[in-house]
């Protein structure tokens, strides 16, 4: 008796659509990740107070403001 299962893929057709699927994930998460970052370019951000920044105080991020 055969063991037929639609995940049941071996050899050289198993190795391809591993490939294609790691390869079609790389893609939309490197799209993903331009689309971010060019988003992200043009919203640049001033430290406002500098004088009251401090080495170490989570009160910082106040500093930070984005220009929408």
């Not at 063991?3 to 049941?8: E, G, Q």
């Not at 490939?19 to 919203?43: C, E, H, M, P, R």
Request: glycine fraction near 4%; proline fraction near 1%.
């Amino acid at each position: 008796m055969e063991n037929r299962s639609v995940f049941a893929f071996n050899g050289v057709s198993g190795m391809l659509v591993a490939v294609v699927l790691l390869l079609s994930i790389l893609g939309v998460l490197t799209y993903f990740a331009i689309v971010i970052q060019q988003d992200v370019a043009n919203k640049p951000y001033t430290i406002e107070n500098i004088n009251q920044v401090k080495m170490i105080s989570t009160d910082n991020a106040s500093h930070v403001k984005v220009k929408e």
